[in-house]
Nanobody, 118 residues
Framework: QVQLVESGGGLVQAGGSLRLSCTAS????????MAWFRQAPGKEREFVAG????????DYAASVKGRFTISKDNAKSTGYLQMNNLKPEDTAVFYC???????????WGQGTQVTVSS
């Protein structure tokens, strides 16, 4: 069993930055792909960013490309989402997700609130 603990959310003004962390316990973190999703009030959960087991390949939603950076430190069993130039429309609960692509393992964090004021 894997447990994910997220941190780093908060209130920030537009144009500011936050770094979210996602620390895993249990099975080897390097075994998993990792992604970040977010869910704004009244909206469906949406993909934000993803990376492979090593962190060498990344992918981003068009809305965050160039502003957000996903990374993965397997030695620390921790993944990150660096968010720069935040906009009010980035306000959401952000969730960390680690998984194996064949679907055998899939874990979610509890979510962390990010609020961007204008």
């Amino acid at each position: 069993q894997v447990q994910l603990v997220e941190s780093g959310g908060g209130l920030v003004q537009a144009g500011g930055s936050l770094r979210l962390s996602c620390t895993a316990s249990g099975r080897t973190f390097s075994s998993y792909f990792m992604a970040w999703f977010r869910q704004a009030p009244g909206k469906e959960r949406e993909f934000v960013a993803g990376t492979t087991r090593s962190g060498s390949t990344t992918d981003y939603a068009a809305s965050v490309k160039g502003r957000f950076t996903i990374s993965k430190d397997n030695a620390k069993s921790t993944g990150y989402l660096q968010m720069n130039n935040l906009k009010p429309e980035d306000t959401a609960v952000f969730y960390c997700n680690i998984y194996v692509p064949d679907g055998t393992w899939n874990y979610w964090g509890q979510g962390t609130q990010v609020t961007v004021s204008s």
